[in-house]
């Protein structure tokens, strides 16, 4: 019998479900070609699951429920929340661009972004293996549809089927994984695993041969080096609404399954899996950073700058652990979580304007269509010039504090060859300050090609602003979000 507590934990993915299949069923009769209704009712139940999602987190509780396969811990119940809000404002951003591109004749887009987010909510709820997997699937399988969701466009056809055969593979690489981990430890608990592999009695040549595999599968949902291949093409060839769909909220969720496998489960492990890291993470610094300042696209261009970005979530990661003690864990990997959900922010406003610029049959995706964007419009490339700062780690911005707070976190280990890759980290950032400076100087210093102001909805104007000034306010005041990754990742560790 399935007891009160087990509902407890999976409220929030409850009504995200049924909401999910009540707005596809009533989204039938809706005969608007701008899904007026499907759109408030959507973001509406967005809202209710964020804030109950806060609560929670603010709750500090940690649920265990249906057989110890789901976890409700503050750590969680955070990445989720901040998940919900991304989604949210994608969808602010993405509708009159989806309705220029008659992506609204159904409310898919509406609906298959909210299976998305409840797979993300599974992920990062899983204290099984067999749970994160499911989860992984959904928002997989979601993501796939809603690159193709422009059906007619062979651009995102292509995306599609290439982020399909590629994910695909990376799913088959981590469910194998999981398979030897299982038969290493006979169980699918993370938690279990976690004192069979301490226990010491289990073979380390087989743990480590599962390690290998599962760190192959979450390098590909993090985008990083040698896994990357998929980000450019799809960031590219997709979408721009849908671009950001999938490169905004899904990082938060597999930086959080990141910690459920390896840090609940595979901490003892730490030695191997963080070596692995250093390398992913030096690879995704070298090759995201270089390849970006060869592009001409935007959405290109930010695909390689992600990668570079997982490099330095990578780098907190793999600080946590220093020759067996754990001392420095509790602020390696906060300063870690920190960085992503500042990234995440960043990432929304800089789409946010890519989007607003994007007219019916244009897409503004080359960075000769950002000419004279002040020109036209003070505001919004005010808005973009604050996220590129930030994306490069200029202060006050909150890029800066997260990049800061990650060097630090790997410095304080006092590891010669740690020191090395902070230096390292520091000048491929220098060398990313160019493409994105090279973006404010094109806004701010090149002719305009267009005539006009740049119009946009009242809701996307007003989120694009407070958006942009989040940026800004948590780089000049970033110990309130600090606080709070610090704490959430204290708790996680301490259950």
């Not at 989720?80 to 887009?109: Q, W």
């Not at 709820?125 to 959904?138: A, F, K, Q, R, T």
């Not at 652990?321 to 906060?334: E, I, K, P, R």
């Not at 119009?455 to 989040?470: E, F, I, Q, T």
Request: proline residues 3%; aromatic residues 10%.
């Amino acid at each position: 019998m399935i007891d009160k507590l087990s509902w407890i934990a999976v409220y929030p993915e409850i009504i995200l479900m049924a909401m999910a299949c009540v707005i596809a069923l009533m989204d039938l009769g809706v005969k608007s070609a701008q899904r007026g209704k499907t759109y408030a009712v959507t973001l509406l139940t967005l809202a209710v699951v964020a804030v109950l999602q806060a609560a929670y987190a603010s709750n500090g509780a940690t649920i265990y429920g249906f057989g110890n396969m789901v976890v409700s811990d503050a750590m969680g119940n955070w990445l989720k929340c901040f998940a919900t809000v991304a989604v949210m404002v994608t969808l602010v951003y993405g509708r009159p661009y989806a309705a220029h591109r008659d992506m609204l004749r159904g409310g898919e887009l509406f609906t298959l972004s909210m299976f998305s987010l409840l797979g993300m909510f599974v992920m990062i709820s899983g204290n099984n293996l067999l749970v994160i997997y499911m989860g992984l699937e959904l928002l997989t399988l979601a993501s796939y549809a809603l690159v193709a969701l422009r059906r007619d466009n062979a651009t995102a056809t292509e995306a599609a089927m290439k982020y399909f055969v590629l994910g695909a593979m990376a799913s088959g690489f981590l469910l194998y994984g999981m398979s030897m981990l299982y038969g290493a430890t006979g169980s699918l608990d993370i938690n279990v695993i976690f004192k069979e592999i301490n226990s010491g009695y289990v073979d380390h040549r087989v743990l480590v041969f599962g390690l290998v595999f599962i760190v192959a599968g979450l390098a590909f949902k993090l985008g990083v080096v040698p896994f990357h291949m998929w980000i450019p093409d799809v960031y590219q060839g997709a979408p721009t609404a849908i671009t950001l769909l999938i490169g905004g909220a899904p990082k938060l969720a597999a930086f959080g399954i990141t910690m459920r496998l390896l840090v609940e489960g595979m901490l003892p492990l730490a030695f191997d899996w963080q070596q692995m890291l250093a390398v992913l993470a030096v690879g995704s610094l070298f090759i995201g950073n270089l390849a970006a300042i060869a592009q001409t696209n935007v959405k290109r261009m930010l695909a390689f700058s992600t990668i570079s970005q997982m490099g330095f979530v990578l780098i907190g990661v793999m600080s946590g652990v220093v020759n067996g003690n754990t001392l420095s864990a509790a602020n390696a990997y906060s300063s870690s979580m920190f960085y992503v959900i500042s990234y995440v922010l960043t990432t929304l406003g800089s789409f946010g304007v890519i989007l607003l610029l994007s007219r019916e049959g244009f897409e503004s995706e080359e960075i000769a269509d950002f000419a004279g964007l002040n020109q036209r419009s003070p505001l919004y490339a005010g808005v973009m010039a604050v996220c590129m700062f930030s994306l490069a780690g200029i202060p006050p911005m909150v890029g800066f504090y997260a990049k800061l707070s990650v060097l630090q976190a790997l410095i304080s280990s006092g590891q010669p060859i740690y020191l090395g890759l902070a230096v390292f980290a520091v000048l491929m950032s220098l060398i990313g300050a160019f493409y994105y400076l090279r973006i404010v100087k094109v806004m701010y210093f090149d002719e305009p090609i267009a005539a006009g102001s740049v119009s946009a909805p009242m809701d996307v104007r007003v989120v694009l602003c407070v958006n942009g000034a989040l940026v800004l306010a948590l780089g000049l005041f970033p110990n309130g979000l600090m606080a709070l990754c610090a704490n959430s990742v204290i708790q996680m560790l301490g259950t």
